[in-house]
């Protein structure tokens, strides 16, 4: 790697003093700066390295502490159910030794020939220290013992004894743990005899040996089994001297907890305190029926000894990684503070107005391609200055010209917004004009047809030569005027509706709409319209929109109108029957809409009066109203239909019952075909 810095052509101009000062003093402050970035950089590196091998190091010592405790456990709690069923197998053994001597009944066999078996008893089960023989009356018969005399036909009575009337009861009775002489543990065993005349057989067992299997129980280096019984007391120990003391166990948390638990300690006392008073692991397992507990301790310092040597282990590889850390750090960071340093020089002499300095950093990586760019952009710069004035100059022309643009622009939206305005004015006056007009272009035809019939009627009458003549000239020259009465207001109408037309073009532009909200928009203001005309006049509003209706391309303004022409009319029909019906009659309208795919069903119905047929043939026609002259300036079902079929390529059709019902069905397309327009010219 090599850095330096050389001018690669001859100065272009002397720099400000400012400028050399400035140098100077970067100069000066390059070894302050460069121990301080060299300093950042080591610490980081090293403040990386040593976190990521903690949070490593930190993750596997809690995990494997976590899956160390738990296997401890799960092995101490094996162990104890282990020995656990080790007793409860020392027990069940001697259960059936003892349970051949309830096979005979009294009746049968000489009270010799049990003694003679209730002695070998006692020589083949050495836990076994007294035997009684008792018969099913509850009689003691036959006692033979280790440690008194035996004895035959003693007739002690046993019938009330817990241990005759709970054996015969439940054919077998294990006694609670006692100490004779206040040393060695023991315990009754009573067995029943399955025939009701075999009496019970009662032996005292000697829990002492229980130790023989307490004893081979191997729990770590320091760790041991022991065996309590419900009341809390030691029965088996590996220290037997602690057994012979009738030592309570019972103010142990491990045995509370045990107790509490039914004879199985929960994982939330896994750590208590032995009866040393030293810290252990603990696990626990019932042993079943006699309602004894074993409990298996292993001292914490051993359990956790690989845990501890893991600690020591992580602690010597983080103090390792954090010296090479160290030392990484220094290397890579001479690397990196040397180039940036050159970096930081050249571009204060080329912020200072140096366009010519150039700065020659050879690494092979990032730092010489942002020195290249350095160099490019000192280039650029030298050469941008050459022409600056230019450049604005340019740029001044430039955005002059945008400012007129930005004008010229404004002129035109003000005369858009003048072009709207005067179509809105325009559509006011053609709707203003188009219903009077409809009445005269009517008028006139009704009146060419009756003096077509009046002019046959003179036919037929019988009059003079000159007055004939008179009635046909008089009678040609009305129908003459006429006849140019209705020319003149067809052609009137024509210009209206394309007034209509041409004004409806500012309307907007066609976009998708919400079809359920023009149509609930048309009924607010159709409602409000008509209860401002007829205070008194109340009509039913029911909608039944189909929310898969969804979006419609459309012209809203134009669909809006038609929507609030037929359902005004629809308010004009029910009002017109309410007048007119005789008792309660509720006017009503419902408007629904339905999904049909590629395009869009909207239908407006009413229960007013209805159309008649002649009028239901011709309601469409451009000359047809279905309102008297005068009343209203409508849009008129002639343009909702032009607006419907020809601007947006839809279909309008009416179902209706003259005195019943009105409705009005309209089906659009999803999609407007190319080339509608408003007004309906494509």
Do not use: C
Not at 417 to 428: C, I, R, V
């Amino acid at each position: 790697m090599s850095l330096s810095l050389h001018p690669d052509t001859p100065q272009p101009r002397a720099l400000p003093s400012a400028a050399a000062d400035g140098v100077g003093s970067g100069e000066a402050a390059g070894p302050r700066i460069r121990t301080r970035l060299f300093t950042k950089y080591v610490a980081l590196f090293v403040a990386v390295v040593a976190i990521a091998l903690l949070a490593n190091g930190l993750f596997e010592v809690f995990f494997y502490y976590r899956e160390h405790k738990a296997a401890l456990i799960r092995v101490q709690h094996e162990q104890a159910e282990a020995a656990a069923a080790k007793i409860g197998q020392f027990v069940k053994e001697i259960e059936s030794q003892l349970g051949w001597t309830t096979q005979l009944p009294w009746s049968g066999g000489s009270i010799e020939q049990r003694r003679f078996d209730a002695l070998r008893l006692l020589r083949q089960v050495p836990a076994i220290t007294e035997l009684a023989q008792v018969d099913s009356t509850g009689k003691e018969r036959l006692r033979v013992s280790r440690l008194a005399m035996d004895a035959i036909d003693s007739g002690i009575d046993l019938s009330a004894d817990p241990k005759f009337t709970e054996a015969v009861a439940h054919k077998v009775y294990y006694g609670p743990v006692y100490f004779r002489r206040d040393s060695e543990p023991y315990m009754t065993l009573a067995l029943a005899g399955a025939r009701k005349d075999a009496g019970v057989s009662i032996a005292e067992v000697n829990l002492k040996l229980i130790w023989d299997v307490v004893s081979q129980i191997k729990v770590g280096e320091h760790g041991h089994a022991y065996v309590v019984g419900p009341e809390g007391r030691l029965i088996a120990h590996p220290d037997i001297s602690l057994v012979l003391r009738n030592t309570d166990m019972s103010g142990l948390a491990q045995v509370r907890a045990a107790q509490a638990e039914g004879g199985t300690i929960s994982d939330v006392l896994p750590e208590a305190r032995n009866i040393q008073g030293q810290k252990v692991l603990t696990a626990s397992a019932p042993i079943a029926p006699m309602h004894w507990t074993m409990f298996v301790e292993l001292p914490v310092e051993e359990a956790y000894a690989a845990l501890y040597a893991s600690l020591q282990r992580l602690a010597i590889v983080l103090f390792a990684a954090s010296i090479f850390a160290v030392l990484a750090g220094i290397f890579l960071a001479r690397r990196m503070v040397g180039p940036i340093q050159a970096l930081r020089s050249g571009a204060e002499r080329i912020g200072s107005g140096d366009f010519a300095q150039r700065i020659s950093i050879k690494t092979g990586d990032e730092l010489e391609g942002l020195a290249d760019q350095f160099n490019d952009m000192g280039a650029r710069l030298q050469e941008s200055y050459a022409d600056l004035e230019n450049k604005v100059e340019q740029r001044t022309a430039e955005l002059r010209q945008s400012l007129n643009d930005l004008r010229a622009a404004q002129d035109r939206l003000v005369q858009t917004e003048k072009l709207a305005s005067l179509g809105q004015l325009t559509a006011g006056i053609a709707h203003e004009i188009k219903n009077p007009l409809n009445f005269v272009n009517n008028f006139s035809s009704v009146s060419t047809e009756l003096i077509d019939e009046l002019n046959e009627a003179l036919q037929a009458a019988s009059l003079d030569g000159k007055t004939k003549e008179e009635v046909d000239e008089l009678t040609g020259m009305l129908k003459s005027n006429l006849e140019k009465v209705v020319q003149h207001g067809k052609r009137a109408d024509s210009i209206v509706r394309n007034m209509l037309l041409h004004s409806r073009e500012g309307s907007g532009e066609h976009r998708p709409s919400d079809i359920n909200a023009v149509v609930e928009e048309s009924l607010n203001l159709a409602y409000h319209g008509a209860r401002a005309e007829r205070p008194a006049f109340n009509v039913t509003l029911e909608r039944d929109f189909d929310p898969a209706a969804g979006m419609v391309d459309i012209y809203p303004q134009e669909i809006a109108r038609v929507f609030l022409n037929l359902i005004s009319n629809g308010f004009y029909a029910s009002a017109k029957r309410k007048e007119s019906a005789a008792g309660t009659f509720e006017p009503t309208l419902r408007a629904a809409t339905k999904n049909l795919g590629g395009s869009v069903e909207i239908r407006i119905r009413d229960n007013g009066t209805g159309i008649p047929p002649d009028v239901k043939e011709k309601m469409f026609n451009p000359f047809f109203t279905t309102k008297p002259a005068g009343e209203g300036t409508g849009l008129g079902l002639s343009m909702s239909h032009d607006i419907v079929v020809k601007q947006h390529g839809g279909t309008i059709d009416v179902d209706t019952k003259p005195g019943v019902f009105t409705e009005f069905i309209i089906i659009l397309p999803r999609v407007m075909a190319a080339g509608g327009t408003p007004g309906g010219k494509s």
